[in-house]
């Protein structure tokens, strides 16, 4: 089984695929995306679908999740988070691809096995190595996202 996560920003997304099992995963892609400067919201959609599809088509998954934030929702956010999200989700539905969302909140230790006070950031890093870039906090959660998907 092979399970992308998303996380959407204002400038950028992010996304890392892994496949094998929450206790040996593997990572099979990653990478961090900058959003286009100087396109309308109508641009941006259209450069969201074809960004995300080739995405899809190169990685093959089986389930994808994404990071769901609801704070400081600006006009900024809506099109450059809420509207990647919503042709994410189009996406998926098209393909048949499962499809989920979570929380910040709910990525905790126990979702792995964990003590509670895990340093996850670090657990994700032993699982999987140091990688290169991109590999700071925001994608290391991000590939939290994703190990609970597997």
Known sequence: MITIAFTFSTNDFEYV???GSKTDPILKSKGKISLPNNHNIPQTVAWFETQ????LNEIQPDSISYRLTVMKVTNSYVSNVYYGQAILNL????RNIQISHTSPSSITASKFNQPKGTNLSLYIEKLLGKQAAPWDKGIKDTGLIALMNL
């Open 17 to 19: 695929a892994l496949e």
């Open 52 to 55: 995300l599809e080739l995405l």
């Open 91 to 94: 996406l998926c539905h098209k």
